[in-house]
């Protein structure tokens, strides 16, 4: 009987968003069970907040630099009484943990670890678009039916923001060391102008640290809203659910926007796949092999107003 269940997932915010419809599986499978995640502390507020779990811990990740750590961590593991590890993270990381909690009896383990009861051994996983992938992985489990991530329960009152009725929201940013995802900022700014024109605001989502690209755009769209630095996980699901429309490039705050069921356009480069990565719902991909060569006119030409 399984009682007690640990699943591991421990990032990015774009993996993590998709491991939700697993998350989500797992606790359907197990209705009754007592279910921990394994998760880092940039996530730990959503997946509180997430209808799966009973506990979460946090994976400081420590390095063999530090044994008195990875000691602290192997004690954690092994006296959670855990009697099935589903690792939906599948790194040498999150697979050197199964060897951490020996020797002697180990959970039940789904992965790709050595040894592991439920090896994942799917000649193509390294092929296979991450829902495809840990939706194969759970079948080897005995777990069917998982379903893309659905993150309505995750939606914070964004009433503090006073937003207007018709908004379109951008996300210009991303992963600062592959500028490559990222379309020109000026060609933000350009589609900002056309939907103000149109009657719809621009609302500007990113990090504290994209709080540059919210101020370029506003100075040249003045009716943008610029939220960079202010939203949490929460509310960029709920303004997606709020807006007419979302545009952003490859980065995790989309798979936030998807999740909560609003529409969007994503923006790829050759620098990712979307056929690996990509979200799956209401979902218009837009690729080229540069970002430089993606014009205004076809971005707008997603949008679902004129």
């Known amino acids: 009987m399984i009682r007690r269940i640990l699943v591991i997932k421990l990032g990015a915010l774009g993996d993590f968003v998709q491991a939700m419809g697993p998350a989500a599986a797992i606790r359907r499978h197990h209705p009754d069970a007592e279910i921990t995640l394994l998760t880092t502390l940039p996530f730990a507020e959503l997946a509180r907040a997430a209808p799966y779990f009973d506990r979460v811990w946090i994976d400081a990740r420590p ?26 993270q599948t790194s040498d990381r999150s697979s050197f943990y ?19 009861s439920h090896l994942h051994g799917h000649p193509a996983r390294d092929f296979m678009h991450t829902l495809d992938r840990q939706a194969d992985q759970l079948r080897d489990a005995g777990i069917n039916d998982v379903a893309p991530p659905d993150l309505v329960w995750a939606q914070t009152d964004v009433a ?11 996300v210009p940013g991303g992963a ?28 500007v989502v990113g990090g504290g640290g994209e709080a540059a690209l919210g101020r370029a755009i506003r100075e040249a769209a003045p009716a943008t809203l610029d939220l960079t630095g202010k939203t949490a996980f ?6 997606g659910t709020r807006a007419l429309h979302a545009v952003g490039n490859d980065t995790g705050p989309m798979h936030l926007i998807v999740a909560g069921g609003a529409s969007a356009t994503i923006l790829y480069s050759d620098a990712s796949d979307p056929a690996l990565t990509a979200p799956r719902g209401r ?17 707008a030409a997603t949008l679902p107003f004129g």
């Open 98 to 116: 199964f060897h951490l909690m020996g020797p002697g009896r180990r959970p039940e383990w789904s992965g790709i670890a050595r040894g592991a």
């Open 63 to 88: 390095g063999f630099g530090h044994p008195l750590e990875l000691a602290r961590l192997r004690r954690r593991l092994r006296g959670g009484g855990f009697d099935r590890v589903y690792d939906l």
């Open 283 to 299: 979902v218009t991909i837009l690729r080229r092999s540069s970002l430089e060569d993606l014009t205004v006119a076809e971005v």
């Open 234 to 239: 929460g509310d960029v699901v709920a303004l």
């Open 176 to 203: 600062q060391h592959r500028p490559r995802k990222r379309w020109p900022l000026a060609r933000y700014a350009a589609l900002a102008g056309l939907a103000a024109a149109a009657g719809v605001v621009p609302v």
């Open 160 to 170: 503090r923001f006073d937003l207007p009725s018709r908004l379109l929201l951008l």
